[in-house]
């Protein structure tokens, strides 16, 4: 579950909200974007953002944004 802030001004993002079905364990990871969409692939959440693509492994996040490099090329990019 995504979690958002808000209040006056600038909202930021509350992170992800994590509950393990086995264990009934909730857990809050620290997610720095507006999750938009989240899909599951087995053991992996894939998250669509505002920002860009992240990528839950083992409770480990990676994100990804689309960069346009000077000469109009575009790369994906990972970020910490």
Partial sequence: MGLAWLGEGASPSGGLLRFDR????????????????????????LIASDFGIGIVNDGVITRYFV?????????VVETK
């Fill in 22 to 45: 086995a264990t009934g364990l909730t857990r809050r990871l620290k997610f720095p974007d507006f999750a938009i969409r989240m899909e599951s692939a087995g053991k992996t959440i």
């Fill in 67 to 75: 960069d346009k490099v000077s000469d109009g090329r575009y790369r």
